[in-house]
């Protein structure tokens, strides 16, 4: 989401929304936090990310090289590391859905820093 966030000039019209399992409470925290400017929902039952087949990741996979080399450079840029508030095993998922509320893309990422590329989510706009 940050990667659209800094890109969201690309995406024109497209409706953006963030689904996180996050209280309800924490949603304007969160997008502060993170300076989103697009729709925060949650999902507290996480329906979507088991309709969409998000796993929970194991502690290899969550602590993956990877994504301590994400939390590395965000250190060195100055962001300091915060307790979680959040079950950190779930994986998050990434989709596309059209106009027409189909389904367009989806990407399942094995680690939490396995993102897809933009120019991806960008190709399955309609």
Known sequence: MIAVRDHL????????????????????????????????????????YHLLGAERGTKRQIWSFGTVRMYAR???????MRKPTEDIHQLGADAVFGRDGRLRYLSLPSTPDARPPISELLAALD
């Open 74 to 80: 965000l250190f060195l840029r100055g962001r300091r």
């Open 9 to 48: 000039e690309q995406f024109g019209d497209a409706n953006i929304v963030v689904v996180t399992f996050a209280a309800a409470e924490r949603l304007a925290a969160y997008r502060e936090h993170l300076a989103l400017p697009f729709e925060i929902v949650t999902d507290i039952d996480r329906r979507l």
